[in-house]
């Protein structure tokens, strides 16, 4: 079963809206999550490390202001993508990981397609 | 800098033939090995992590490490078409817990 939960799978809004997407720890804690985002045939991008109970960490580049990242608890980051354009629409994924007997491992999210229209 | 290199293919394998992924690290000190699956508009899936020299093996697949080289390989035995897709190499940062240095990926075609 899915270790790291992410929704909404898919969303659509308005130029200019808010929207927010959570990303969810099952049974296990994560005091480290991270956001990446993908266009269509392009890489994994890295956009920011949500730290629990602190600021989150951004990556060059990437809009803190616009991208709102909120680690509120052990289990659950969010990212919300304020006043959003078109050319946020895009695949955004979450990650966490925990220890195990070796080393850690790490898990994605199913992710969030988000449409600006 | 931190690098992960992979080969991006495609890599064109019969199927029920033995599919041979590559990739090398730059960061001597790194620990946790990965390999995911990445199918079109999906999220990576973790297929394999590794952290002790040697081989393992989990159904299908088989994930080599070898520290002293800087080498992770993946093998896929008995491939199925249904594991056309793209695998991911990724190490784990050693300065950051649980963020991963990615490999660019290389695309896999099983042909029937």
């Known amino acids: ?117 | 800098q931190k690098e992960v290199e992979q080969n991006s293919g495609p890599l064109s394998v019969p199927e029920g033939a033995i599919a041979s992924l590559n990739c090398t690290y730059s960061d001597r000190v790194s620990q946790s090995f990965f390999w995911y699956r990445q199918y079109s508009g999906k999220s990576p899936e973790l297929i394999m992590s590794i952290y002790s020299n040697g081989d393992k093996e989990d159904g299908r697949f088989t994930a080599q490490l070898n520290k002293a080289s800087q080498y992770v390989s993946l093998l896929i035995r008995d491939s199925q078409p249904s594991d056309s897709a793209t695998y991911l190499c990724a190490v784990e940062n050693m300065d950051s817990n649980y963020q991963l240095i990615w490999g660019a990926g290389t695309k896999l075609i099983i042909k029937p």
């Not at chain 1, 803190?64 to 509120?72: P, R, V």
């Not at chain 1, 220890?99 to 988000?114: A, D, K, M, P, Q």
Request: glycine share 8%; hydrophobic share 35%; with cysteine.
């Open chain 1, 1 to 117: 079963g899915a270790v790291v939960s992410q929704h909404p799978s898919w969303v659509i809004c308005k130029s200019g809206t808010s929207v927010k997407i959570e990303c969810r720890s099952l049974d296990f804690q994560a005091t480290t999550m991270f956001w990446y985002r993908q266009f269509p045939k392009q890489s994994l991008m890295l956009m920011a490390t949500s730290n629990e109970g602190s600021k989150a960490t951004y990556e060059q580049g990437v809009e803190k202001d616009k991208f709102l990242i909120n680690h509120a608890s052990l289990t659950l980051s969010t990212l919300t993508v304020t006043s959003a354009h078109p050319e946020d629409s895009s695949f955004y994924i979450c990650s966490a990981g925990f220890r195990v007997f070796g080393g850690n491992t790490i898990y994605f999210g199913e992710g969030s397609w988000l449409t600006v229209v």
